[in-house]
């Protein structure tokens, strides 16, 4: 059963201590409420994808606090992707897929493929509990597969809150999801039209 806390700076202490532990937290970020654990936690995600009915081929998002952190989980990102999309972008609400480190990070994470879609969300406290945490968060949207995204607290499903073991309150800014682009392919690819419009204007996009 969740837990519920008012006070700031203890609700992000106790959510930490949790996901250390391997629990599963509820918190707000920029776009979406996100629902996540540590990425090294196998058990952990693996409890994640049981909780939310996710299809173990679906790929989940990751927030990290920093590029440094995105970094020790991918494989080196070129320059021009971070000119072109991290420079402008981050943080804020674009996901970019990359080629992963697949030793680093759980099968389930990435669908069995070898690629991660990362962001820096643009939310203070959401970027707290991950630098607090010191690890990426598996970051997708606090619903069961297939159903609506939750971008108020009221919209948070009851059912799925009683899952979870802690909630950090909070309010989303933007309530829009994400752009997601595919940067792990040549010419990059829009997968997802989101909270912000990215022209895809680049050397990459011209071979």
Request: proline share 8%.
């Amino acid at each position: 059963m969740f837990e519920f806390m008012y006070n700031m700076e203890q609700s992000i202490e106790k959510a930490v201590q949790i996901l250390e532990d391997g629990g599963i937290v509820i918190f707000p970020t920029d776009t979406a409420f996100g629902i996540g654990c540590r990425i090294d936690d196998e058990k952990a995600v693996e409890r994640l994808f049981k909780l939310r009915k996710r299809p173990s081929e679906k790929a989940t998002p990751v927030l990290v606090d920093t590029v440094k952190m995105a970094q020790d989980f991918v494989k080196p990102i070129p320059q021009e992707i971070i000119d072109t999309l991290i420079e402008p972008y981050w943080p804020g609400a674009l996901t970019i897929v990359l080629p992963c480190k697949t030793e680093k990070v759980p099968s389930l994470v990435c669908g069995g493929g070898a690629t991660l879609g990362v962001r820096i969300p643009n939310h203070p406290l959401a970027r707290s509990l991950i630098r607090n945490l010191g690890i990426p968060l598996l970051g997708p949207s606090a619903n069961f597969a297939g159903e609506q995204t939750p971008f108020t607290f009221n919209e948070l499903n009851p059912e799925l809150v009683k899952l979870v073991d802690y909630i950090v309150a909070g309010e989303c800014t933007l309530k829009q999801p994400s752009t997601v682009i595919d940067c792990s392919v040549t010419p990059w690819k829009i997968l997802r039209e989101g909270a912000i419009t990215v022209e895809l204007r680049s050397k990459n996009q011209d071979v």
